[in-house]
Every structure is written in C-alpha cells, then in structure tokens.
Nanobody, 115 residues
Framework: QVQLVESGGGLVQTGDSLRLSCDAS????????MGWYRQAPGRQREMVAV???????NYADSVKGRFTISRDNAKNTMYLQMNSLNPEDTAVYYC?????????WGQGTQVTVSS
C-alpha cells in the first residue's frame, strides 16, 4: 500500500517562508504525477502545484512566482518551497500522487500564516 507522509507545516508570519516535504513509501518516478493541494476552512480542496514524471510543473495562479514544487527521486520525496506567505495561504496542505491504478493522499499538514 502506498503511503504519503507530509511534514514541514507550521505557524509563520506574513512574508515568511516554509518548505513542505512529502515522503513516499515507494519510488516516486512510478507515479504519473505528484502534487500539492490545499484546503482552507469552509472551502473546497484546490490544486496548488503539480509535477509530472517528466518534470513538467503547473501552478495555481495564486501561488505562481512564490511557490516552487520539486522532487528528489533518490529520496522519494517531493517538496513545496513556499515564499512570501500571506494569510490567504492558510490551509491544510495535502500531498497527492496517482498512477494507472489509483490516486493517493497524505494525511495533510497545517500551514497557518498570521498577519
């Protein structure tokens, strides 16, 4: 069974940076794509950033230029570098991956940005 474990969330101030990590229990190159999603209270879960197995990336407009998704294939870990954080970024951030068989989710990590 595939497991995804997020870490790196926390409480920060406006303008600060955080780096989230997602550790996978198997070789990440076997996934078609991996991504970060977030869900704020009272709102639907939304895509933040995605990286395909080929290395193509895509970002939500709200985070372009501030967030960077990357991965370390040797460590089977995906990252989300978040800079210039603001209160609108406050949410639970989830790691996601999918292959031809299924879609997988982590348990989430809380990011709170104070003004």
């Amino acid at each position: 069974q595939v497991q995804l474990v997020e870490s790196g969330g926390g409480l920060v101030q406006t303008g600060d940076s955080l780096r989230l990590s997602c550790d996978a229990s198997r070789r990440i190159l076997n996934f078609n794509a991996m991504g970060w999603y977030r869900q704020a209270p009272g709102r639907q879960r939304e895509m933040v950033a995605v990286i395909t197995s080929a290395g193509t990336t895509n970002y939500a407009d709200s985070v372009k230029g501030r967030f960077t998704i990357s991965r370390d294939n040797a460590k089977n870990t995906m990252y989300l570098q978040m800079n210039s954080l603001n209160p609108e970024d406050t949410a639970v951030y989830y790691c996601n991956a999918f292959d031809r068989l299924s879609t997988y989710w982590g348990q989430g990590t809380q990011v709170t940005v104070s003004s």
